[in-house]
Every structure is written in C-alpha cells, then in structure tokens.
C-alpha cells in the first residue's frame, strides 16, 4: 500500500481523525497544522499525497496560497483540497490550479478513501505516461544481431542487478540514453524516476538550479531540482564531459558524502539516486588535459559501457531499418512498405556518422518520399544522393571512363568496383561477402589478390 500522506489543516481533531481513517487502511500519515511546518515538511520529505483545509486559520498563508506554493514546488504531488459547505466555489477555483480534487465538510468515510485511492492512482498513471512520451521515438530494447548488440543487453542485464555508477561512452546518436533507460527500467529503482540532465543544453550558471533547486524570487519559494526529483530513482547526466570543472568538483563532493546541499537552504539532505552518466568524448584523455576531475572520473565510471558506432555494426543496419519503417507506420496507423534488398545494400554501404539517430531520420524520409510516389516500395532510387555520394568507390557515374577502356579492363574495374562496395557493405569480412555474392570463400581471396584490393580498401 503507498504511504506517506501529509495532512494540512489547523484543527488538530481533524487531522487525528483523518490520520486515523488512512492508518486503518494501510497509509502512513504525517500531519501539521500551519502553512510554515507545511512547506518545510515537505521539503524534508516529499509526501505521495498531501490533503489540505482550505483555510488554515492562524497560518501565514491560506490553504490556496500553499497550494499555489506546493504546485510550483513539484507538480508531480496531488493535492486533495478540505472545504466547508460555503466554500466550494473557492475548492473549485482550487482544482482549476492544479489541485485533484475537494472534499467537503463533514465527509465520510468512503468518500475520503475512494478520492485519495484515485488521486494515488490517477498521478501514478500520469508519470506512466510521461515516461512513456520521453521514450516515444525509440525502441525499448536494442535492436540487432550483431556480437556488439548481443554485449551491450548482457551488459544492461548485469548492470540492472546492481546499483553501481555507470559511465556509457559512443558516439552521438548510437544509443546511450535508451541503455541508461533500459537499465533504470529493469533495475530496483524502476517505480521512482528516470531523470535525465543534458549537461550540453545547460548554461554553465544553470547547472546548479538544474540539480540542486532554484529559489523563485517572485513569491519567495524553492523550486525542486534532480536531485530531489529523482529520490530513490536514477539520475542520468547526459554528456557530463560539458560540465564545468566547478560543477564537477560539486557532484564529486555529493558523491562522497552522499548528502548535497539544497539551493536557499542550510539543512543537508540525504542523496539517495542512482548516477548513470554518458559522453562522446574519451574522458581519459580530458582528465589528462586537466579538462576533468580524475577523482570525479573514478566515482562515476565504476562500470562501463561502450556503445558501438553504427558503422562498426553493419548487420545491424537491415534489422534496425525494418524495425523504424515498422514503428513509423505503426504510429501512423498505416499499412507499412517494404525496402528492397538494393536499398538495404546502399544503406548498409554508408558510413552514418550520425549513427542511428541519423538513420532512423532517413528512414521517415523514405517513408515520405514513398508515400508520394503511391504503392510503391522503398526502393534505390528514393535514396537521397548524399547517402549514395558517399559509397566506399561508388559506382556511380564511370562512364567518361569506361568509354575509354577495352572490354577486359572495363570489366576489372566494374569488378573491383563492385567488390570494395560489397566488402565495405559486410565491413571487410571475407565470408560473408563470399556468401552473399555466391563465390568460394578462396575463389574471392584469389580475386582480390589479382584486382589488387588491400586491407585498406576493403573498410574505406
């Protein structure tokens, strides 16, 4: 049963008597009778539910000005409002703020628990979905049959069952916040939340209002930060090579006490969130140039996961392609087109510097343009020149050369041609190059020897 419900209201023989009700059926409850022991108890400890009088006489605000204080501190606690019989039109402009619901005076005691059970239910389905928005563009597991994909869920997977600091490191667009999301969701903190910080998109003064609160000047409140937010969930800290070395030395001293120091107040609170961090850059080597804190790098990287560009994936490409027109049209609800082996074959032959994201992006934009030319499926000619352009060798365009060459040497160059991008499709692997070209794995090796194909060309 959820607990942790704060009472607000100036007659104590209320609160007993709510306290009572709830305890009976299962709640923890908490209550205080003012709007000052209100604010800091809540500050404390976040509560799951809080039930608020409407009037609080003798407090220095009323019950609408804490809730107004209560919203703009979380958002995410619901509000039950406790109003007289004349001031339901007060209650009602209440709900209008943000509160979830009023109940009347004198209430009984099926109303009170039915309206805390869907208030409880309503704002846990409410973070259910914010969840799911954040996820709305990528897949909940990494799509592929590569080795590399086949490491990273084992690693997830072990990950998940501890509750150490992870550092992930790979490229932009490879994937490195859904293997923080996938660890988060099959981990034991899993019910609280997955909250992400962007260090890149952060002004390097905004950095502490983002993890540790923000004091709003205009009513003299706080803001919650991440830190809080996330209590008793993950808090993943997206490219932290950005920060600035005075954040660093800040998280790094959070970290070793585990306690941080919360924006306009002096009490220290208990620091009890999971650190998953990310970045694209080898933190090694900035430690080196005094860019980042070795100590800092010890703390956040006590397991490590590297997530592979795409290109060094490449039999991925198909699957992960079949997967997004799949996923795209679903969303659409529209029935779904294939790509042809010849468009698969050029999209495995780019190299996707931008990684998956970079493909997923394409692939809408075959949709698109597939969708202009009716029933048709995704075919070679809808792929955009730049992902053609940059073919290892391409085949395109030969003909001022060709046209001066005899029918021997025009058909080595079409071969070697042909074999580089082929080679470069499967990422230089003899076997299975051999296999999809239908040629003896030793008849290929003897082919490229005498078209002078090396090492090299077989990757570029």
């Avoid at 999971?274 to 970045?279: G, K, L, M, Y």
């Amino acid at each position: 049963m959820i607990s942790d419900i704060l009472i607000i209201d100036d007659e104590v023989d209320i609160c007993k008597l709510i306290s009572g009700v709830l305890g009976d059926e299962g709640y923890a409850t908490r209550y205080v009778n003012n709007s000052d022991d209100a604010m800091n108890s809540i500050m404390t400890r976040i509560p799951k539910l809080v039930i608020l009088d409407i009037w609080l006489e003798g407090s220095k605000l009323d019950g609408i000005q804490v809730l107004d204080k209560i919203i703009n501190y979380s958002s995410d606690i619901p509000v039950i409002i406790i109003s007289g019989h004349g001031n339901i039109n007060i209650a009602v402009s209440a709900i209008k703020k943000g509160a979830y619901d009023y109940i009347e005076k004198p209430f009984k005691t099926e109303k009170l628990f039915l309206t805390v059970q869907r208030a409880l239910e309503a704002f846990s389905l409410k973070k259910e979905l914010t969840q799911l928005k954040s996820q709305y563009i990528q897949p909940n597991e990494f799509i592929g049959i590569s080795n590399a994909v086949h490491n990273i869920r084992l690693s997830i997977d072990k990950f998940s069952k501890s509750d150490s600091r992870i550092l992930i490191t790979g490229a932009t667009g490879t994937g490195k916040e859904l293997a923080a999301s996938m660890i988060h969701s099959n981990s034991m903190r899993s019910e609280s939340h997955f909250q992400i910080v962007n260090c890149s998109n952060i002004e390097i003064n905004d950095i502490d209002k983002i993890l540790y609160g923000q004091e709003m000047v205009d009513d003299n409140s706080i803001k919650i930060g991440a830190l809080e937010e996330c209590s008793g969930g993950t808090l993943y800290i997206s490219n932290i090579s950005d920060l600035s070395l005075d954040a660093q030395k800040k998280l790094l001293k959070v970290i070793n006490n585990n306690k941080y120091l919360r924006v306009g107040g002096d009490i220290e609170q208990d620091f009890n969130v999971r650190i998953i961090c990310s970045t694209n850059k080898d933190l090694p080597s900035c430690v080196g140039l005094g860019f980042f804190l070795n100590g800092l790098y010890d703390r956040i990287a006590i397991s490590k996961i590297h997530i592979p560009s795409l290109a060094d994936r490449r039999d991925d490409i198909a699957v992960l392609a079949d997967y997004f027109v799949n996923q795209i049209y679903s969303e659409r609800s529209s029935a779904n087109k294939k790509i042809s082996s010849d468009a698969i074959a050029i999209l495995q032959s780019y190299s996707w510097p931008g990684n998956v994201r970079e493909l997923r992006n394409n692939i809408e934009r075959l949709i698109i343009i597939s969708n202009e030319n009716g029933d048709k499926d995704i075919d070679v000619d809808m792929i955009p020149s730049e992902l053609k352009m940059n073919l290892p060798s391409n085949l395109n365009n030969r003909g001022d050369i060709l046209i001066s060459l005899n029918m021997k040497d025009a058909r080595e160059l079409f071969e070697r041609d042909y074999l580089i991008s082929q080679l470069a499709r499967f990422n230089g692997n003899i076997s299975k190059t051999a296999e999809f070209i239908q040629m003896e794995r030793s008849a290929l090796h003897r082919k490229l020897k005498y078209l002078g194909i090396s090492a090299y060309d077989r990757k570029n």
